[in-house]
């Protein structure tokens, strides 16, 4: 059977719709990167805008377009809390809540998840999920309990639910093996890892066992909140293969806004957080999310947000313009912005990210360092064009005889280029 797999949104629907990928070959089916060949279509959804719900219908109609003859199974958060909307969609055969994507693929081939063959995927097979990606997302955790006031999430996931750590242990060693250089863990609220199972320990018993049980090169950590982190948390990184870089939302730079969200953080214990970080992990970039234009955000309050996102020197920034979701107890606040104003705040942020980002990234111009290799988006006379990302996530270029995919190299930082956001390097190889 030949089988094609969109997602839209975070890291964890990618997580999902790669596990999906690596089911069905498992099994011996095909994954098709053109849904005109594909038998059967699975599109996992995204729900935590109103555009990505918008985008989410769009690309339903894109694939029944593309191949009217191919079944549909829809999937995500959107399919979780508008179902009736999807399936009068065309080409939809069905619609798969969030409780049951973990069977969508045995419902599909009719073969129980226990009984597949979970033998590694030879290297020399495309890779599961996307092809070329030297990076594995891996699904932790789903479910989140906080009650932060504009997200849609809490409701289309439900309550924090854990794997155990043995199965993700042995799923790195697995995408090890079929050789992925990098993992990196997700879950809706990874933080809170092991609570439901009665650890508050978790997610560091989980990095401590991957590091010493695999040999995985690099392990990453998605989105943390920053509530979820004591100054101890930080003695991980005394293993260099835990990569240099934490995503920690903040949504809003200003207390008033935070209180509004009902974010269990402030600036000064934001603050504290990010300087014993950066104190414990040299040359740690550290990114965040920001919502602009939240319910009630007067000009103060933004100009005291921006002020204090300056202050932080984000490395790279996730930029919103504050959606209504129905649902949501900030769908009932007062003060709502206009479209406008949200989108002059957004630009000003976008162009305050580019210098921070630029910032951090020309600190490291003289230095050496490494590079996992990603992908060749060209070439010149005088080789590939060669992009990948450091450790601390940095995307970098550089131009080789060699394809250096799946690699990673040590690397001389020459420049950065502003406009490309890229680091330029030279690659340092025997």
Known sequence: MKVHLRMLGCRLNQAEIDTMARQLQSQGHEIVTDPADAEQIIVNTCAVT??????SRKLIRELNRANQAAEISVTGCYAQIAPDDIAVLPGVAQVVDNTGKDQIV???????????????????????????????????????????TFCITTVARGDGRSRSL??????????????????????????????????????????????????????????????????????????PRLCRHLHLPLQSGCDATLRRMRRNTDQ??????????RAKIPGLSITS??????????????????????????AGLHIFRYSRREGTPAARLRGHLTNAVKKARSAELHALEARLGADFAEQFIGDSGSVLWEQVTGSTE?????????????????????????????VEILAYDADMQQLIVRPIID
């Open 382 to 410: 005088d080789g590939f064009i060669n992009v990948g990302y450091t450790d601390n996530y940095i995307r970098a270029r550089c131009v080789h005889p060699r394809v250096l995919s799946d690699h990673i190299t040590e």
């Open 268 to 277: 000064a214990s934001f603050r504290a957080l990010v300087q014993a970080a």
């Open 106 to 148: 045995s419902q599909m081939t009719g073969v129980a998840v226990e009984d597949f063959d979970h033998e590694p995927i030879s290297r020399d097979e495309q890779r599961p999920g996307a092809a070329g990606r030297t990076r594995a997302f891996i699904k932790v955790q789903d479910g989140c309990e906080n009650a932060c």
């Open 166 to 239: 043995a199965e993700v242990v042995s799923e790195v060693q697995e995408l090890h093996a079929s050789g992925f250089q990098e993992v990196v863990l997700t879950g809706v609220h990874l933080g809170s890892y092991g609570h439901d199972l009665g650890d508050a320990d978790g997610l560091v018993k989980l990095v401590r066992a991957i590091l010493r049980e695999t040999d995985v090169p690099r392990v990453r950590l998605s989105s943390l909140e920053p509530w979820d982190l004591s100054p101890d948390f930080f003695d991980l990184w005394d293993n």
């Open 289 to 314: 999310d920001v919502i602009v234009g939240f319910p009630g955000e007067t000009d103060v309050d933004w100009h005291i947000s921006k002020a204090f996102i300056e202050e932080m020197a984000f």
């Open 50 to 55: 109103n555009e990505a719900t918008r985008s």
